[in-house]
T-cell receptor, first 116, second 115 residues
Framework: AQTVTQSQPEMSVQEAETVTLSCTYDTSESDYYLFWYKQPPSRQMILVIR??????QNATENRFSVNFQKAAKSFSLKISDSQLGDAAMYFC?????????????FGTGTLLAVQP | KAGVTQTPRYLIKTRGQQVTLSCSPISGHRSVSWYQQTPGQGLQFLFE???????NKGNFPGRFSGRQFSNSRSEMNVSTLELGDSALYLC??????????????FGSGTRLTVV
């Protein structure tokens, strides 16, 4: 079965600095999608960035970028120029293409604090 | 365009009762998924509906059920509530199950408390 592991329960970063959140996953599928979602206190899960496994190029969305290492099954999120509004819980998620894996499988989350 | 709308936002129920939660997806989205979020178990997939048919189901007891209407709105029902059912229930929509790779759009959830 597919699993997603986030080994950092909490992280802290100074405003304007850069922080990297770690995520590893386990799967036997060769094609799949990976996501980072942000959940602020408002509770709504917001899609930050997505990566298609068949694409070797790392995805980038403004200040957010990923380091996707398919062989190592690693998918880390880098937040540059951190802002106070980035403070939230961040979830890494996997979605396969098979019938049973056609759903989001989430990690346990990393709580990011941004210090002014 | 309007986002994913979940109602109600908060709900308090007594053990043994049943509850129905509602989710209206983004206009044009035909797939609706439900997730349960608890401090102990994290985020867990409940089920996914597309074209009024359940396409995928998570590992939850039969007390958890759902349905989807012709306008893509979805409801989930939990019967014979237990204390452990207290959770944030999140609904997510996408264009279709095979378009999930583009990412799902989530609602703000329904916070269910069972007392």
């Amino acid at each position: 079965a597919q699993t997603v592991t986030q080994s950092q329960p909490e992280m802290s970063v100074q405003e304007a600095e850069t922080v990297t959140l770690s995520c590893t996953y386990d799967t036997s599928e060769s094609d799949y999608y990976l996501f980072w979602y942000k959940q602020p206190p408002s509770r709504q899960m917001i899609l930050v960035i997505r990566q298609e496994a068949y694409k070797q190029q790392n995805a980038t969305e403004n200040r957010f970028s990923v380091n996707f290492q398919k062989a190592a099954k690693s998918f880390s999120l880098k937040i540059s120029d951190s802002q106070l509004g980035d403070a939230a819980m961040y979830f890494c998620a996997y979605r396969g293409l098979g019938g049973a894996t056609n759903k989001l499988i989430f990690g346990t989350g990393t709580l990011l604090a941004v210090q002014p | 365009k309007a986002g994913v709308t979940q109602t109600p936002r908060y709900l308090i129920k007594t053990r043994g009762q049943q509850v129905t939660l509602s989710c209206s997806p983004i206009s044009g989205h035909r797939s609706v998924s439900w997730y349960q979020q608890t401090p102990g178990q994290g985020l867990q997939f409940l089920f996914e509906y597309f074209s009024e048919t359940q396409r995928n189901k998570g590992n939850f007891p039969g007390r958890f059920s759902g349905r989807q209407f012709s306008n893509s709105r979805s409801e989930m029902n939990v019967s014979t509530l237990e204390l452990g059912d207290s959770a944030l229930y999140l609904c997510a929509s996408s264009l279709a199950p095979d378009r999930g790779g583009r990412g799902y759009t989530f609602g703000s959830g329904t916070r269910l408390t069972v007392v």
